[in-house]
C-alpha cells in the first residue's frame, strides 16, 4: 500500500538483519551476569506473554524504570532487550521489561491494556519513581501510559519521566500500509489508540527521542508528538532506527540521563 515504504525500517538500514540476533545474545549474556539480582518471568497476567523480567540494582531501589519493546506490535518479547537495562541499573533504578500478546492474536488497544497492567504490576514491587521508555510500538505504548484512565491514581502520580524513542504517535497513517492487515485498525480505533489526541495525561516530564537517520515517516511522528504535547524533542543525530536505543546501555549516556534524573 501507499505507505509501506514510508514505514519500512529495515529496507534502509545496513546489515537490518545482524540486529535481532545481536540483541538476543547481548540479552542473554546480560541476564546470565545477573543471576542473583533478576527475577525472570514474573506474572502480571493469565497469559503466556503476560510476564515480565525485573533487574536489581545493588542496594536499595532508587526507582524504578520500565522497558517496552517495539517490533510493530507484531514481534519480539521482553527476552532481546535485557542489557539496555545497564544505564538506568548503574543509576540504582530497578528495571523492569515486560512482554505483551502481539498481532494479529490481539489489537493494539488490548496490548495497550496489557502494559498498563504490567505497569501497575511492576509498580508495586518497587517504591520511588517511576521512569518509562519504550521504542517505536513502545514508544506509543509508554506514551499510552499518561493516559488517566489507564493507570490507577497511586501509579500514574509516581510516573516522573517518560521517553518514547522513535514512537508511532498518530496510527492513523498505518491505515495506509499493508501491516493494517494484521492491526485491524479503522479510523476510529487509530484515533483512540494515537498519543497526540491524548488531553488527560498525568503530569510527567516527556521526552520524544528520535534517530537523525531514521526515516522521515519517524521523524515526522517524533514532531507530531512533542507538538502536540509541548514536550522536548531531542534528535540524536547519526542514529537510526535500529541503534538509537542502544545509549539506554551505557550509565553515561544523556539518554539515561533524562530518565534517572
Given at each position: 500500500?501507499?505507505?509501506?515504504?514510508?514505514?519500512?525500517?529495515?529496507?534502509?538500514?545496513?546489515?537490518?538483519?545482524?540486529?535481532?540476533?545481536?540483541?538476543?545474545?547481548?540479552?542473554?549474556?546480560?541476564?546470565?551476569?545477573?543471576?542473583?539480582?533478576?527475577?525472570?518471568?514474573?506474572?502480571?497476567?493469565?497469559?503466556?506473554?503476560?510476564?515480565?523480567?525485573?533487574?536489581?540494582?545493588?542496594?536499595?531501589?532508587?526507582?524504578?524504570?520500565?522497558?517496552?519493546?517495539?517490533?510493530?506490535?507484531?514481534?519480539?518479547?521482553?527476552?532481546?532487550?535485557?542489557?539496555?537495562?545497564?544505564?538506568?541499573?548503574?543509576?540504582?533504578?530497578?528495571?523492569?521489561?515486560?512482554?505483551?500478546?502481539?498481532?494479529?492474536?490481539?489489537?493494539?488497544?488490548?496490548?495497550?491494556?496489557?502494559?498498563?497492567?504490567?505497569?501497575?504490576?511492576?509498580?508495586?514491587?518497587?517504591?520511588?519513581?517511576?521512569?518509562?521508555?519504550g521504542h517505536s510500538a513502545g514508544g506509543?505504548?509508554?506514551a499510552r501510559m499518561l493516559d488517566r484512565?489507564?493507570?490507577?491514581?497511586?501509579?500514574?502520580?509516581?510516573?516522573?519521566?517518560?521517553?518514547?524513542?522513535?514512537?508511532?504517535?498518530?496510527?492513523?497513517?498505518?491505515?495506509?500500509?499493508?501491516?493494517?492487515?494484521?492491526?485491524?485498525?479503522?479510523?476510529?480505533?487509530?484515533?483512540?489508540?494515537?498519543?497526540?489526541?491524548?488531553?488527560?495525561?498525568?503530569?510527567?516530564?516527556?521526552?520524544?527521542?528520535?534517530?537523525?537517520?531514521?526515516?522521515?515517516?519517524?521523524?515526522?511522528?517524533?514532531?507530531?508528538?512533542?507538538?502536540?504535547?509541548?514536550?522536548?524533542?531531542?534528535?540524536?543525530?547519526?542514529?537510526?532506527?535500529?541503534?538509537?536505543?542502544?545509549?539506554?546501555?551505557?550509565?553515561?549516556?544523556?539518554?539515561?540521563?533524562?530518565?534517572?534524573?
Amino acid at each position: 500500500m501507499e505507505l509501506d515504504d514510508a514505514y519500512s525500517n529495515g529496507a534502509y538500514i545496513e546489515n537490518a538483519d545482524s540486529y535481532p540476533p545481536r540483541w538476543a545474545a547481548s540479552a542473554e549474556d546480560f541476564r546470565n551476569a545477573m543471576r542473583d539480582r533478576s527475577r525472570l518471568d514474573v506474572p502480571y497476567g493469565e497469559g503466556a506473554r503476560h510476564r515480565y523480567d525485573l533487574f536489581l540494582p545493588e542496594g536499595a531501589a532508587k526507582g524504578l524504570m520500565i522497558f517496552v519493546h517495539g517490533g510493530y506490535w507484531m514481534a519480539f518479547d521482553k527476552s532481546s532487550w535485557s542489557h539496555l537495562a545497564v544505564g538506568a541499573l548503574a543509576h540504582g533504578y530497578a528495571v523492569a521489561m515486560p512482554s505483551y500478546d502481539l498481532c494479529p492474536e490481539v489489537r493494539i488497544a488490548d496490548i495497550t491494556q496489557q502494559i498498563a497492567a504490567a505497569v501497575a504490576a511492576i509498580a508495586g514491587e518497587v517504591e520511588g519513581p517511576i521512569a518509562l521508555a519504550g521504542h517505536s510500538a513502545g514508544g506509543h505504548l509508554v506514551a499510552r501510559m499518561l493516559d488517566r484512565d489507564l493507570l490507577p491514581k497511586e501509579v500514574g502520580e509516581r510516573i516522573t519521566a517518560v521517553v518514547p524513542i522513535s514512537p508511532l504517535a498518530d496510527l492513523r497513517p498505518l491505515l495506509r500500509t499493508s501491516m493494517n492487515g494484521k492491526f485491524k485498525l479503522d479510523a476510529a480505533s487509530a484515533a483512540a489508540e494515537s498519543p497526540i489526541d491524548m488531553d488527560h495525561r498525568y503530569p510527567a516530564e516527556v521526552t520524544v527521542w528520535v534517530g537523525g537517520d531514521e526515516r522521515p515517516a519517524f521523524l515526522d511522528q517524533a514532531v507530531w508528538l512533542a507538538e502536540a504535547w509541548g514536550a522536548d524533542h531531542v534528535i540524536a543525530f547519526g542514529k537510526h532506527h535500529f541503534n538509537v536505543i542502544e545509549p539506554l546501555a551505557d550509565p553515561d549516556s544523556d539518554l539515561v540521563a533524562v530518565l534517572v534524573k
